[in-house]
């Protein structure tokens, strides 16, 4: 079975501060995609890396996949309190018909 | 833009209902997935299709069914609701070979009582 880990589970900063969330596993994942989900919505695709060592930027966003697609980073620069949500990462491929693997995710909260 | 809707936002159903969800989405997409979300356990797959009229089991299918009759809608049923089908379902779908990436929609939080 295919585990994606992310931490920290749970992380409040101060607006302005950077910060830096992970997922890891101990599976090789061909892609891996990162979501933000707001309370009482869907998660909102974000972005995809498929290529190892690539480094995706998505304003103050920048999301890393390692080189041996086991596992990503996202660092936030300047947070703001929009950046407030839960940050799931999930790869694939993680079960039939192009499914994913999910993380738990990590609940970021930024205070203004 | 990709687009997922499902039939409630909220829905409350007493224990022993039939509950059907909805979820229809215009982008033509081949895979179809249902999920549901609860604090701690993240986002669990109960049922996924790959294609009109075929469906596949996911992690949690106990107390489930679903249909696709249409390409864009694939429904799921809750035969008899319990208490213990209180979540947040979330709803997916994503097109063949596009790097897995699935498209959500906006969630049905139900509450059985």
């Known amino acids: 079975t295919q585990l994606l880990e992310q931490s920290p589970q749970f992380l409040s900063i101060q607006e302005g501060e950077n910060l830096t969330v992970y997922c890891n596993s101990s599976s090789v994942f061909s892609s891996l995609q990162w979501y933000r989900q707001e309370p009482g919505e869907g998660p909102v695709l974000l972005v995809t890396v498929v290529t190892g060592g690539e480094v995706k930027k998505l304003k103050r966003l920048t999301f890393q996949f390692g080189d041996a697609r086991k596992d990503s980073s996202l660092h936030i620069t300047a947070a703001q309190p929009g950046d407030t949500g839960l940050y799931l990462c999930a790869g694939g491929p993680g079960g039939g018909a192009d499914g994913l693997t999910f993380g738990k995710g990590t609940h970021l909260i930024i205070q203004p | ?113």
Request: charged share 25%.
């Open chain 2, 1 to 113: 833009d990709v687009k997922v809707t499902q039939s409630s936002r909220y829905l409350v159903k007493r224990t022993g209902e039939k509950v059907f969800l909805e979820c229809v989405q215009d982008m033509d997409h081949e895979n179809m997935f249902w999920y549901r979300q609860d604090p701690g356990l993240g986002l669990r797959l109960i049922y996924f299709s790959y294609d009109v009229k075929m469906k596949e089991k996911g992690d949690i299918p106990e107390g489930y069914s679903v249909s696709r009759e249409k390409k864009e809608r694939f429904s799921l049923i809750l035969e008899s609701a319990s208490t213990n089908q209180t979540s947040m379902y979330l709803c997916a779908s994503s097109p063949q070979g596009a790097n897995y990436e699935q498209y959500f929609g906006p969630g049905t939080r139900l509450t059985v009582t």
